[in-house]
């Protein structure tokens, strides 16, 4: 077993409003994210998307930062972060968020028609995020070359499902009597 998986059957879970929730590293910031889990991420996501032919990476702000600089930086491709932040640059782009706890707007800027872009994201839940980045780069005319999750929850409503566009997912989880499973 690799050590994403190992950190998902260890990793803590809560309870808020009845609704068992992990924490882990990757997708919150804690507990302590270790070099060795975020190396073996980098590694898996380069090897499982097709990132020889893209322009840029594309990846929310926050959560998805972190792992997308790993990638950028073993590939020498281009960084563009999502953020929830309007800067008023030509050619911003802003996005509706929608997911199952949260709703808020969102700004890419740097990304032209034509460019080919690998998304990357740490969770896909509810699908709302990366069907909304999707959206846009649509509209911007970029072209997605390929989409990765790091973890996928599987049992939800996932927006993304009803795209084109498919995601890879390192690795498939879901809540169990309040505990994290490994979905094969």
Known sequence: MDRLERSLLETPVIEKEGYHYFVHPISDGVPTLKPALLREIVVRIIRAADVENVDKIVTPAAMGIHISTGVSMMTDVPLVVVRKREYGLDGEVS????????????????????????????????????????????????????????????????????REESVTSLVRVEMVD??????E
């Open 95 to 162: 996005l509706q968020q929608v997911t199952g706890y949260s709703e808020s707007e969102m700004f890419i800027n740097d990304v032209h028609a034509g460019d080919r872009v690998l998304v990357i994201d740490d969770v896909l839940s509810t699908g709302g995020t990366l069907d909304a980045i999707v959206g846009a780069l649509d509209s911007i005319g970029a072209d997605i070359v390929d989409i990765v999750a790091v973890i996928e929850k599987v049992g939800g409503g996932n927006e993304m499902a009803d």
């Open 178 to 183: 309040g505990e994290v499973t490994i979905v």
